[in-house]
């Protein structure tokens, strides 16, 4: 915040450090003063500028001749101590000698006003981007050398476009001699169009007023814009001799910042036009003198009106002549036509626009045809013309079809009407004309006609009515479970423009439970279909209807009053069904013999509300397949009922001596409980030792005794103990014991067998015969490989022109002879064909020699092209794809090979031999209309684009044709296509807008302040509240938020500390912004007077000092002390600063501790044991800045206090 001081407040330039720990500054310190104690210990105050001397003294203490000991420092008799300020001294001064000289700084230029002064250079309107500078010229009127210490500038809208040249900075300090003159330079560039204003502060050694301050200003600034809207008027037809209806213009000023618009004249461009005339006034209606200022949003309106004087069409500019640096040799021109007319045909309104009638409906127009000149006239014939017969033309007032035989006559001023309908039958523009014919001087008058059929968007849904029925859907109160169905409704657009659908909501009466997406839907195209996802998820059982409103721009749509509305119907149910199965848990069947069925009863029932769907019933992977399920309901089946019982069996049959298990698993609907399991256990028992079970049925047990011996041999014992007697031995059929035990029957390559006891030779093995019918012999003959017994025996294997072999037994062909081949794939004919000079088994079987549109032979076994077909040509000079081109129809090879037809643009054609061309390519067209070629690319012509005549103009860019579309090529400097849209050009201004600055997307962003777009260029606008940019980067922001401290002395406003515990520590931190912002604190620190009496000691000491670590970043702060005796004393009761040193010491010397014994009484004398005393104070600390440069650093002060 900008500090308010008055003008005898100390001003600190550099380092002084009252009662800090630092308390001398820097060589190239100084220190402005008005006594002694304003200066660090050991320095004077001398003619208002801090001296340091070589000889130090303690207070009171010895110096040499001729040298006094003040402030610590021996300086000369003669010195004055300070400014003349009375402190009691008896020469009115501060003890020293009489008054010297002194210097005394005078503005002469700017003038100051008011009282006391105020001085403000203002640098008036500055264009955007130019460097202006002022002057301040300042007058040493004293008797002492000036010196201009500091030239700081403080914060302010706008403060950072003001700067010093560098030659002023580098001069510091400036000397002035007395009666002499000084002129500081100030530059100012403005950076926007706002106002901007400063305050520069000149510290001086001034000791009446060493801080002056300078107000800058710059109030109007950035660029004057002419605007004109509209670019032309059209007043139509207007009688000779009469006037028209005024048209007016409005011509603003929009540019940039407050810049002043000059609008030196404006008038018509042909000099004493009598045809048209213009006037002026402002914003008040009072006529305008030209040059007429206009502030940024003024405007003037311009009102032009037509009196022809000629019975022709006229036209005219109106120029607007100003001094807007952008518009073309600071002329604009609005255009300005019409037509005067003799007394003849008026038609009113033309053109006649139907506009926009929707198909199936009619629309109607009225035209007035009046005389509106001196002379009668008659109506000879109107029709429409360039129209479809979706049009009529009727009258109440003339005989349409008989005016050519019976013309209707119009007086002066004397009218008729026509009604021209319209009846579209499909959407589009339809344009053409009235033509009426007349006895006036204009014979045929010609009126635009047009009007535009169009088709509504048209809701149809799938459903069809809209409805979504979900049915049921369960939820488990127990756990909380919830199922979600969800179900789609389509809508398609079957109108004839782009549907909206602009809102979808649930009904009044339908609950959360049903949800839907998406909640906004993109318009839908023709023919195009969205969809609505609706989702039901119970919240309690029972029937649960709902709808969903749905608000689209169908016309034919309506509900409750609401256009474009139409309702999703929904029903849903929502169930809880409990499965409930017994057994609970487990079926145990215990022992079990080996073999024998048991079975135990399961009972199911729906235990809940809703139906339960039953879905599975099964033993789970792993059971034993002893285990089986009985009397298995259909499933899935639904147990809605809960009376309903569902049984069915579990069966147990074990095949083996071992303890089985398994699992039933019953999985339902129940989302609680969508899986029972019961665990299935029994144990498979069998015969004990010396018995078996012979009939197989378990009821009898083991009715037979036996003791296995061993494996079943031929000795008419079961050895086995298997029930069975010699059971594996057949003396009549055994091949290894035939008619008795041990003979053996085989035959080589034969099949033995025994048959009533005999050994038989029954079959060869596969590839081998008894060809000469011998048993003994077996089965002698390999017949699979014998060439003359091949598959049976005599079997001769032969082929024509080929070799044979036996394979398998079956007679195999060999390889062909040379020039033949098996064409037919029979053997039986052997090598049947001839494979040379054979043109259709050209050199293989089935190689047909044939080329496309060709005669074809084969030489020896290769395929040749013997000549082409007429018409037909081998342009590619191979004989695989034959006389591949039609020479009459290719526009390739038109006639002959390679002769290529040209497109012009079109589709070329060859037409039997003659080159010609079809319909124009897609994005090409005729646009000269010869007929002949296709010569315009209205894909990429920016005069053609889409279509004839259709030139491609978007707003501050330049244009290009892409795929028969208007598009952007280049934006002008300064714009940009940011929502990439092509239709509206380049409409963002890169050079102002904050969202879009530079480019598209470059949204300007600072910490803690507006941000501002400025010719191209993010810069940073205003601070935010309370915030400050420190370090001059932009990119920061405004990155250091001032502290909340009070910067004045105020009991009201002051940070109060409250009172100091003995032993603690009080801390108080803070920053110092701006740069003469300084930051108040109070405490009070009470002293026990009775305790210290009583023992005869004084301890009490209160020290301040910035916190030894990090307090005093750099050496910039300092601090003052001041104390009242009174506690409860508040501001006004302050007085001076109380110390030169870091620490507050009462009442005991801190120079040689211990402390000595203190009296209750009695004068102290130094040293000595000081006399013991009540010293309770209030104690105020100001924190001020030292250095010159801002930071946005903090110090912490630590306060401690001994009792």
Same mark, same amino acid.
């Given at each position: 915040?900008?500090?308010?001081?008055?003008?005898?407040?100390?001003?600190?330039?550099?380092?002084?450090?009252?009662?800090?720990?630092?308390?001398?500054?820097?060589?190239?310190?100084?220190?402005?003063?008005?006594?002694?104690?304003?200066?660090?210990?050991?320095?004077?105050?001398?003619?208002?500028?801090?001296?340091?001397?070589?000889?130090?003294?303690?207070?009171?203490?010895?110096?040499?001749?001729?040298?006094?000991?003040?402030?610590?420092?021996?300086?000369?008799?003669?010195?004055?101590?300070?400014?003349?300020?009375?402190?009691?001294?008896?020469?009115?001064?501060?003890?020293?000698?009489?008054?010297?000289?002194?210097?005394?700084?005078?503005?002469?230029?700017?003038?100051?006003?008011?009282?006391?002064?105020?001085?403000?250079?203002?640098?008036?309107?500055?264009?955007?981007?130019?460097?202006?500078?002022?002057?301040?010229?300042?007058?040493?009127?004293?008797?002492?050398?000036?010196?201009?210490?500091?030239?700081?500038?403080?914060?302010?809208?706008?403060?950072?476009?003001?700067?010093?040249?560098?030659?002023?900075?580098?001069?510091?300090?400036?000397?002035?001699?007395?009666?002499?003159?000084?002129?500081?330079?100030?530059?100012?560039?403005?950076?926007?169009?706002?106002?901007?204003?400063?305050?520069?502060?000149?510290?001086?050694?001034?000791?009446?007023?060493?801080?002056?301050?300078?107000?800058?200003?710059?109030?109007?600034?950035?660029?004057?814009?002419?605007?004109?809207?509209?670019?032309?008027?059209?007043?139509?037809?207007?009688?000779?001799?009469?006037?028209?209806?005024?048209?007016?213009?409005?011509?603003?000023?929009?540019?940039?910042?407050?810049?002043?618009?000059?609008?030196?004249?404006?008038?018509?461009?042909?000099?004493?036009?009598?045809?048209?005339?213009?006037?002026?006034?402002?914003?008040?209606?009072?006529?305008?003198?030209?040059?007429?200022?206009?502030?940024?949003?003024?405007?003037?309106?311009?009102?032009?009106?037509?009196?022809?004087?000629?019975?022709?069409?006229?036209?005219?500019?109106?120029?607007?002549?100003?001094?807007?640096?952008?518009?073309?040799?600071?002329?604009?021109?609005?255009?300005?036509?019409?037509?005067?007319?003799?007394?003849?045909?008026?038609?009113?309104?033309?053109?006649?626009?139907?506009?926009?009638?929707?198909?199936?409906?009619?629309?109607?127009?009225?035209?007035?045809?009046?005389?509106?000149?001196?002379?009668?006239?008659?109506?000879?014939?109107?029709?429409?013309?360039?129209?479809?017969?979706?049009?009529?033309?009727?009258?109440?007032?003339?005989?349409?079809?008989?005016?050519?035989?019976?013309?209707?006559?119009?007086?002066?001023? @004397?009218?008729?009407? %026509? =009604?021209?309908? $319209?009846? *579209?039958? #499909?959407? !589009?523009?339809?344009? +053409?004309? /009235?033509?009426?014919?007349?006895?006036?001087?204009?014979?045929?008058?010609?009126?635009?006609?047009?009007?535009?059929?169009?088709?509504?968007?048209?809701?149809?849904?799938?459903?069809?009515?809209?409805?979504?029925?979900?049915?049921?859907?369960?939820?488990?109160?127990?756990?909380?479970?919830?199922?979600?169905?969800?179900?789609?409704?389509?809508?398609?657009?079957?109108?004839?423009?782009?549907?909206?659908?602009?809102?979808?909501?649930?009904?009044?009466?339908?609950?959360?439970?049903?949800?839907?997406?998406?909640?906004?839907?993109?318009?839908?195209?023709?023919? @195009?279909?969205?969809? %609505? =996802?609706?989702? $039901?998820? *119970?919240? #309690?059982? !029972?029937?649960?209807? +709902?709808? /969903?409103?749905?608000?689209?721009?169908?016309?034919?749509?309506?509900?409750?009053?609401?256009?474009?509305?139409?309702?999703?119907?929904?029903?849903?149910?929502?169930?809880?069904?409990?499965?409930?199965?017994?057994?609970?848990?487990?079926?145990?069947?215990?022992?079990?013999?080996?073999?024998?069925?048991?079975?135990?009863?399961?009972?199911?029932?729906?235990?809940?509300?809703?139906?339960?769907?039953?879905?599975?019933?099964?033993?789970?992977?792993?059971?034993?397949?002893?285990?089986?399920?009985?009397?298995?309901?259909?499933?899935?089946?639904?147990?809605?009922?809960?009376?309903?019982? %569902?049984?069915?069996?579990?069966?147990?049959?074990?095949?083996?001596?071992?303890?089985?298990?398994?699992?039933?698993?019953?999985?339902?609907?129940?989302?609680?409980?969508?899986?029972?399991?019961?665990?299935?256990?029994?144990?498979?028992?069998?015969?004990?030792?010396?018995?078996?079970?012979?009939?197989?049925?378990?009821?009898?047990?083991?009715?037979?005794?036996?003791?296995?011996?061993?494996?079943?041999?031929?000795?008419?014992?079961?050895?086995?103990?298997?029930?069975?007697?010699?059971?594996?031995?057949?003396?009549?059929?055994?091949?290894?014991?035939?008619?008795?035990?041990?003979?053996?029957?085989?035959?080589?390559?034969?099949?033995?067998?025994?048959?009533?006891?005999?050994? %038989?030779?029954?079959?060869?093995?596969?590839?081998?015969?008894?060809?000469?019918?011998?048993?003994?012999?077996?089965?002698?003959?390999?017949?699979?490989?014998?060439?003359?017994?091949?598959?049976?025996?005599?079997?001769?294997?032969?082929?024509?022109?080929?070799?044979?072999?036996?394979?398998?037994?079956?007679?195999?062909?060999?390889?062909?002879?040379?020039?033949?081949?098996?064409?037919?794939?029979?053997?039986?004919?052997?090598?049947?064909?001839?494979?040379?000079?054979?043109?259709?088994?050209?050199?293989?079987?089935?190689?047909?020699?044939?080329?496309?549109?060709?005669?074809?032979?084969?030489?020896?076994?290769?395929?040749?092209?013997?000549?082409?077909?007429?018409?037909?040509?081998?342009?590619?000079?191979?004989?695989?794809?034959?006389?591949?081109?039609?020479?009459?129809?290719?526009?390739?090879?038109?006639?002959?090979?390679?002769?290529?037809?040209?497109?012009?643009?079109?589709?070329?054609?060859?037409?039997?031999?003659?080159?010609?061309?079809?319909?124009?390519?897609?994005?090409?067209?005729?646009?000269?209309?010869?007929?002949?070629?296709?010569?315009?690319?209205?894909?990429?012509?920016?005069?053609?684009?889409?279509?004839?005549?259709?030139?491609?103009?978007?707003?501050?860019?330049?244009?290009?044709?892409?795929?028969?579309?208007?598009?952007?090529?280049?934006?002008?400097?300064?714009?940009?296509?940011?929502?990439?849209?092509?239709?509206?050009?380049?409409?963002?201004?890169?050079?102002?807008?904050?969202?879009?600055?530079?480019?598209?997307?470059?949204?300007?962003?600072?910490?803690?302040?507006?941000?501002?777009?400025?010719?191209?260029?993010?810069?940073?606008?205003?601070?935010?509240?309370?915030?400050?940019?420190?370090?001059?980067?932009?990119?920061?922001?405004?990155?250091?938020?001032?502290?909340?401290?009070?910067?004045?002395?105020?009991?009201?406003?002051?940070?109060?500390?409250?009172?100091?515990?003995?032993?603690?520590?009080?801390?108080?931190?803070?920053?110092?912004?701006?740069?003469?912002?300084?930051?108040?604190?109070?405490?009070?620190?009470?002293?026990?007077?009775?305790?210290?009496?009583?023992?005869?000691?004084?301890?009490?000491?209160?020290?301040?000092?910035?916190?030894?670590?990090?307090?005093?970043?750099?050496?910039?702060?300092?601090?003052?002390?001041?104390?009242?005796?009174?506690?409860?004393?508040?501001?006004?009761?302050?007085?001076?600063?109380?110390?030169?040193?870091?620490?507050?010491?009462?009442?005991?010397?801190?120079?040689?501790?211990?402390?000595?014994?203190?009296?209750?009484?009695?004068?102290?004398?130094?040293?000595?044991?000081?006399?013991?005393?009540?010293?309770?104070?209030?104690?105020?600390?100001?924190?001020?800045?030292?250095?010159?440069?801002?930071?946005?650093?903090?110090?912490?002060?630590?306060?401690?206090?001994?009792?």
């Amino acid at each position: 915040m900008v500090q308010h001081r008055l003008l005898g407040i100390v001003i600190l330039v550099s380092a002084a450090a009252a009662c800090s720990d630092s308390t001398t500054g820097p060589d190239s310190s100084v220190v402005i003063c008005d006594r002694d104690e304003a200066c660090p210990y050991g320095q004077y105050c001398n003619n208002g500028v801090c001296q340091s001397v070589v000889t130090h003294c303690d207070d009171g203490g010895s110096c040499p001749d001729g040298l006094v000991c003040r402030h610590g420092a021996c300086v000369a008799v003669e010195s004055d101590g300070g400014d003349g300020g009375d402190d009691g001294g008896e020469d009115g001064g501060d003890g020293g000698a009489d008054l010297g000289p002194a210097p005394d700084i005078h503005v002469q230029s700017p003038a100051g006003s008011g009282d006391p002064p105020v001085y403000q250079l203002n640098f008036g309107n500055v264009l955007v981007g130019q460097t202006v500078s002022g002057e301040i010229v300042l007058e040493n009127r004293g008797d002492a050398d000036l010196r201009l210490i500091q030239l700081n500038f403080e914060m302010g809208p706008g403060a950072a476009d003001f700067f010093l040249p560098p030659e002023i900075v580098n001069a510091l300090p400036i000397v002035v001699a007395p009666g002499a003159q000084s002129t500081i330079v100030v530059n100012y560039r403005a950076s926007d169009g706002l106002t901007d204003n400063a305050i520069l502060d000149i510290i001086s050694n001034d000791p009446d007023e060493p801080l002056l301050k300078i107000h800058l200003l710059s109030e109007f600034k950035g660029e004057p814009g002419v605007a004109v809207s509209p670019l032309s008027l059209a007043f139509g037809d207007t009688p000779v001799g009469q006037e028209s209806q005024p048209l007016s213009f409005l011509i603003a000023n929009q540019g940039s910042g407050n810049a002043v618009l000059t609008v030196q004249d404006v008038r018509m461009e042909l000099p004493a036009n009598p045809d048209f005339s213009v006037t002026v006034r402002n914003s008040n209606g009072d006529p305008v003198v030209f040059p007429e200022l206009l502030n940024r949003g003024d405007t003037l309106t311009a009102t032009v009106v037509f009196h022809p004087t000629l019975r022709q069409a006229l036209s005219d500019n109106v120029l607007i002549i100003s001094d807007d640096p952008d518009a073309a040799d600071q002329l604009l021109k609005v255009g300005v036509s019409g037509r005067g007319v003799t007394g003849d045909l008026s038609v009113q309104p033309s053109p006649a626009d139907l506009g926009r009638i929707r198909v199936g409906q009619h629309g109607e127009q009225t035209l007035t045809l009046s005389n509106a000149g001196g002379a009668e006239f008659s109506l000879t014939g109107l029709s429409l013309t360039g129209l479809s017969s979706d049009w009529s033309l009727t009258s109440s007032d003339l005989d349409i079809p008989n005016l050519g035989i019976n013309p209707h006559q119009l007086l002066p001023s @004397q009218s008729v009407t %026509v =009604r021209i309908g $319209f009846d *579209p039958r #499909d959407a !589009g523009l339809q344009e +053409g004309l /009235l033509e009426i014919s007349n006895t006036s001087p204009e014979p045929l008058r010609q009126v635009v006609v047009r009007g535009s059929g169009f088709i509504p968007p048209r809701v149809r849904t799938i459903p069809d009515p809209p409805l979504l029925v979900f049915g049921n859907v369960q939820f488990d109160m127990l756990s909380g479970q919830r199922e979600s169905k969800e179900l789609e409704l389509v809508i398609e657009n079957i109108g004839g423009e782009p549907l909206h659908i602009t809102q979808i909501q649930r009904s009044s009466s339908t609950t959360t439970e049903y949800t839907f997406r998406p909640s906004s839907i993109p318009p839908v195209d023709v023919g @195009q279909q969205t969809s %609505v =996802r609706v989702a $039901f998820s *119970p919240q #309690d059982d !029972g029937p649960s209807p +709902g709808a /969903l409103l749905v608000d689209t721009d169908d016309p034919d749509l309506s509900l409750e009053g609401v256009a474009g509305r139409f309702q999703i119907d929904m029903s849903a149910t929502g169930i809880d069904p409990t499965i409930f199965v017994s057994p609970a848990s487990q079926i145990a069947f215990g022992d079990v013999y080996m073999g024998r069925l048991v079975s135990a009863d399961v009972t199911i029932r729906n235990a809940g509300i809703g139906p339960l769907v039953l879905n599975e019933i099964l033993l789970t992977p792993g059971s034993a397949a002893e285990y089986s399920l009985n009397n298995l309901p259909a499933l899935p089946m639904v147990i809605a009922n809960p009376m309903v019982e %569902v049984k069915f069996q579990v069966r147990f049959k074990p095949l083996s001596l071992a303890a089985l298990t398994g699992a039933l698993a019953v999985r339902s609907s129940d989302i609680g409980n969508p899986e029972v399991i019961l665990n299935l256990s029994g144990t498979g028992v069998g015969c004990s030792a010396g018995s078996i079970d012979c009939n197989g049925d378990p009821q009898d047990g083991c009715e037979r005794p036996c003791v296995p011996t061993g494996v079943e041999v031929c000795d008419q014992r079961d050895n086995d103990c298997d029930c069975d007697t010699d059971e594996d031995f057949d003396l009549n059929t055994d091949i290894n014991n035939c008619g008795i035990c041990g003979r053996v029957c085989s035959f080589p390559h034969a099949q033995a067998a025994c048959q009533n006891r005999t050994c %038989v030779l029954l079959t060869c093995l596969e590839g081998w015969s008894d060809c000469d019918n011998d048993q003994g012999t077996g089965c002698e003959t390999h017949t699979s490989v014998d060439v003359n017994n091949c598959g049976q025996c005599d079997h001769v294997c032969q082929f024509d022109h080929a070799g044979a072999s036996c394979l398998a037994g079956q007679c195999v062909m060999g390889s062909c002879e040379n020039g033949y081949a098996n064409c037919n794939s029979s053997t039986a004919d052997g090598c049947e064909t001839s494979i040379w000079n054979n043109v259709d088994n050209c050199g293989t079987c089935g190689f047909r020699c044939q080329f496309q549109n060709a005669a074809a032979r084969c030489l020896g076994t290769t395929c040749d092209l013997d000549y082409c077909l007429p018409g037909f040509r081998n342009c590619d000079f191979s004989d695989g794809n034959g006389c591949e081109i039609n020479i009459l129809t290719d526009p390739q090879n038109c006639n002959f090979c390679g002769n290529v037809c040209p497109s012009a643009g079109g589709t070329p054609v060859c037409n039997n031999g003659t080159c010609g061309v079809s319909s124009c390519n897609p994005g090409w067209a005729d646009c000269d209309h010869d007929g002949i070629t296709c010569e315009t690319q209205i894909s990429s012509d920016v005069n053609n684009c889409g279509a004839c005549g259709n030139v491609c103009v978007l707003a501050h860019a330049s244009a290009r044709c892409v795929n028969s579309t208007c598009e952007v090529n280049t934006c002008a400097t300064g714009w940009g296509n940011c929502d990439a849209q092509h239709s509206n050009g380049c409409e963002r201004d890169l050079t102002s807008d904050p969202a879009n600055c530079g480019f598209c997307g470059n949204r300007c962003e600072f910490a803690h302040a507006t941000p501002l777009c400025q010719t191209s260029t993010c810069t940073l606008g205003p601070c935010d509240p309370g915030f400050f940019d420190v370090d001059g980067n932009p990119q920061s922001g405004c990155e250091c938020q001032a502290d909340t401290v009070s910067d004045v002395c105020d009991d009201a406003l002051i940070s109060d500390l409250g009172i100091l515990v003995p032993g603690q520590t009080r801390q108080a931190s803070g920053n110092l912004i701006p740069i003469l912002d300084e930051d108040w604190y109070t405490f009070t620190a009470p002293d026990n007077h009775t305790a210290d009496s009583t023992a005869g000691t004084d301890y009490y000491h209160v020290k301040v000092q910035f916190d030894p670590g990090s307090g005093n970043p750099n050496g910039e702060f300092a601090f003052d002390i001041y104390r009242s005796p009174n506690p409860g004393a508040g501001c006004a009761a302050k007085g001076s600063p109380i110390c030169s040193v870091p620490d507050i010491v009462y009442d005991y010397y801190a120079l040689a501790p211990p402390q000595t014994q203190c009296r209750t009484f009695g004068a102290t004398t130094s040293p000595g044991p000081p006399l013991c005393r009540d010293d309770s104070s209030r104690y105020w600390v100001r924190v001020y800045r030292l250095a010159s440069q801002v930071t946005c650093s903090s110090y912490l002060l630590n306060i401690t206090f001994t009792q």
